[in-house]
């Protein structure tokens, strides 16, 4: 049994970060079933899991590169500021609902590494150039030959953001002859965009043979899964790539908090912050993008029922516990303010502390998963290379 130190500690919850505030205590590590073992009630966990959440996700996705695509036609019929301003929002209702779906990246989300084609970061400056020089027609088909760096989302912010230039001067790129050509690669961008997100959800969503089916019925076995545990451990080893992802990755490295090997092969710190380095930067959405990557792990376990899961199955005095922390810690992350200032305008100037709640709160979600969501649910999460612990 827990004593009451170890469930003081898992009820903590993270403090909100200030510009002083130090970094919650690391998650403590706590035991439930063995790793391998099966699990209680676990075909009515999947099926929650994937209409509670995993679908509803992909909806909204999927609905939201159908918006981009269709707003950056009607930008392109007639190029003014107000057009400019819906589908620069468009694009970025698009990225955020990828990010929502970060943990999901398995199945459909990465078969032929479609993933890459979706998001692709950073963009080959060149590929993208070539296209915009060139002489032949932008199609769809056309931006695909270019490569992974030459489409998707990033690509996409590419063309339609520039730190450097005043937006008036952004929409006037769009506009009068010399504009047709990178009016014409906007539409295919966001038209083959739409294609692969949908080639991504339809792979859930479709009424027959679909991932979705294969994921409620792991329990009896199928073709792509022989048991609902291999199921929940794939699951539960991508949120925990994701929250990793996300605290490391995209706020911890930009930051300079990131973890490295040195000429001796030994972990260091990277002491050296780089703007740069953070997801979509141009746009300013790099906050926001980590906020979604967080609230799709929110959806997916409490939307999904596997907080209610753990509540409702609570063997060992732990599961509700650890339930409990873990939607708090969720709520701590998502109650962090937005910055007033652009993230990257932060980070180039040396206020980058701003940003330090998502670093902390959020790497502090990734230890919970680890050493407490995992043991209690019996998981063993693969070796992961990003992994500094």
């Known amino acids: 049994?827990?004593?009451?130190?170890?469930?003081?500690?898992?009820?903590?919850?993270?403090?909100?970060?200030?510009?002083?505030?130090?970094?919650?205590?690391?998650?403590?590590?706590?035991?439930?079933?063995?790793?391998?073992?099966?699990?209680?009630?676990?075909?009515?966990?999947?099926?929650?899991?994937?209409?509670?959440?995993?679908?509803?996700?992909?909806?909204?996705?999927?609905?939201?590169?159908?918006?981009?695509?269709?707003?950056?036609?009607?930008?392109?019929?007639?190029?003014?500021?107000?057009?400019?301003?819906r589908v620069r929002a468009a694009w970025g209702e698009t990225l955020l609902a990828w990010s929502r779906t970060d943990a999901l990246l398995?199945?459909?989300?990465?078969?032929?590494?479609?993933?890459?084609?979706?998001?692709?970061?950073?963009?080959?400056?060149a590929a993208i150039n070539r296209?915009?020089?060139?002489d032949?027609?932008?199609?769809?088909?056309?931006?695909?030959?270019?490569?992974?760096?030459?489409?998707?989302?990033?690509?996409?912010?590419f063309l339609l953001f520039d730190r450097d230039k005043p937006e008036a001067e952004q929409l006037a790129a769009f506009q009068g002859d010399a504009g047709k050509r990178r009016c014409a690669y906007t539409q295919a961008a966001s038209a083959l965009l739409r294609r692969d997100i949908g080639?991504?959800?339809?792979?859930?969503?479709?009424?027959?043979?679909?991932?979705?089916?294969?994921f409620r019925t792991a329990q009896a076995g199928n073709?792509?899964?022989?048991?609902?545990?291999?199921?929940?451990?794939?699951?539960?080893?991508?949120?925990?790539?994701?929250?990793?992802?996300?605290?490391?990755?995209?706020?911890?490295?930009?930051?300079?908090?990131?973890?490295?090997?040195?000429?001796?092969?030994k972990q260091e710190i990277l002491l050296q912050s780089n703007a740069y380095q953070l997801e979509a930067w141009r746009s300013g959405y790099s906050v926001k993008a980590?906020?979604?990557?967080?609230?799709?792990?929110?959806?997916?376990?409490r939307d999904g029922g596997l907080f209610q899961w753990l509540r409702g199955h609570n063997q060992h005095q732990t599961e509700k516990l650890v339930a409990d922390a873990m939607e708090q810690r969720f709520a701590n992350y998502l109650s962090?303010?937005?910055?007033?200032?652009?993230?990257?305008?932060?980070?180039?100037?040396?206020q980058g502390k701003e940003l330090d709640g998502y670093y902390y709160l959020g790497n502090d979600i990734q230890m919970a998963v680890k050493r407490q969501l995992a043991r209690v649910m019996g998981v063993q999460l693969g070796f992961n290379d990003n992994d500094g612990d």
């Open 290 to 301: 980590v906020r979604a990557n967080m609230e799709g792990m929110q959806r997916i376990m």
């Open 131 to 134: 296209l915009l020089d060139g």
């Open 106 to 125: 398995f199945g459909p989300a990465v078969e032929d590494q479609i993933d890459f084609h979706i998001n692709f970061n950073p963009p080959k400056k």
């Open 223 to 265: 073709a792509t899964f022989a048991s609902a545990r291999q199921a929940i451990d794939l699951l539960v080893g991508k949120l925990y790539q994701s929250a990793e992802k996300a605290a490391k990755n995209r706020i911890g490295n930009p930051l300079g908090k990131g973890i490295d090997l040195n000429s001796e092969g």
């Open 1 to 85: 049994m827990l004593n009451k130190l170890l469930i003081a500690l898992l009820l903590l919850p993270a403090p909100l970060l200030a510009e002083e505030a130090a970094p919650p205590p690391p998650a403590q590590e706590t035991t439930g079933v063995a790793p391998g073992s099966p699990l209680p009630d676990a075909d009515k966990l999947l099926a929650s899991l994937v209409d509670g959440a995993i679908i509803p996700l992909y909806r909204e996705l999927d609905a939201a590169a159908a918006a981009l695509e269709q707003s950056s036609q009607q930008f392109c019929a007639a190029p003014d500021a107000a057009g400019f301003q």
């Open 336 to 350: 962090l303010p937005i910055p007033a200032t652009d993230p990257f305008t932060l980070v180039s100037t040396g």
């Open 136 to 157: 032949q027609p932008l199609t769809p088909e056309q931006v695909e030959k270019a490569g992974v760096g030459g489409q998707g989302l990033m690509t996409l912010e």
């Open 199 to 214: 080639t991504v959800a339809n792979g859930w969503l479709q009424d027959k043979g679909s991932y979705a089916a294969a």
